[in-house]
């Protein structure tokens, strides 16, 4: 069936570095994505998202890009502090349904 | 602006009890969701509403669960009876349209 993944259940990184989360999507008919940040005992938070016309945005500290021809979609975070532990998701919207499509999560832990 | 607030946030109740949530999103909000998510996994859509009307609600379990949004405002979600297979956290969500999704800090529903 028609999914999201991310390829990571867990992901450790050194605080400072850079993170990156990684997510495939299967449908090809997806135009937008969103990438969610989810702390212990709270509901997801946006972040950041990207529409299919585009392969790269960036946010604060934070850049996603989307490989359309791979299906691939990833997070980067850069320099990576102890506020960014938390699960990551990435979801992805077709047409204008309103309807996202969520994938299982990555865990990012923040080593000292 | 106060976000997306649920109530209660966290209920412990027997199975074959019912259980309600409640929901108040952003104000202007159009589009409200209720979703379900499961420990380590992404949320479940279980029904969105555009003002009063639902309009998806067909991963909805109509045998035990409804919902209503009398008002086109707040929501609430019931369950009766509630199965031990429910205990899961429940997200209510709101939105403008695709990528404006606000999510509240949920109900983490347990049944015993």
């Known amino acids: 069936g028609e999914s999201v993944g991310l390829h990571l259940p867990t992901l450790s990184v050194q605080e400072g570095d850079n993170s990156i989360i990684n997510c495939a999507y299967s449908?090809?008919?997806?135009?937008?994505f969103i990438w969610y940040k989810q702390e212990s005992g709270k509901g997801p938070q946006f972040i950041i998202d990207i529409r299919s016309n585009m392969d790269k945005r960036q946010g604060q500290r934070v850049t996603v890009l989307l490989n359309k021809t791979v299906k691939h979609l990833s997070l980067q975070i850069a320099a990576t502090q102890p506020g960014d532990s938390a699960v990551y998701f990435c979801a992805e919207n077709i047409g204008s349904n309103y309807q996202l499509i969520w994938g299982a999560g990555t865990k990012l832990i923040i080593k000292p | 602006e106060a976000g997306v607030v649920q109530s209660p946030r966290y209920k412990i109740i027997e199975k074959k009890q019912p259980v309600a949530f409640w929901c108040n999103p952003i104000s202007g909000h159009n589009t409200l969701y209720w979703y379900r998510q499961n420990l380590g996994q992404g949320p479940e859509l279980l029904i969105r509403?555009?003002?009063?009307?639902?309009?998806?609600d067909s991963q909805l379990p109509k045998d035990r669960f409804s919902a209503e949004r009398l008002k086109g405002v707040d929501s609430t979600l019931k369950i009766q009876p509630a199965e031990l297979g429910d205990s899961a956290v429940y997200l209510c969500?709101?939105?403008?349209?695709?990528?404006?999704?606000?999510f509240g800090s949920g109900t983490r529903l347990t049944v015993v």
């Open positions: 449908n090809s008919a997806s135009d937008y």
């Open positions: 969500a709101s939105s403008l349209g695709p990528g404006g999704y606000t």
């Open positions: 509403y555009e003002n009063e009307e639902a309009v998806d």
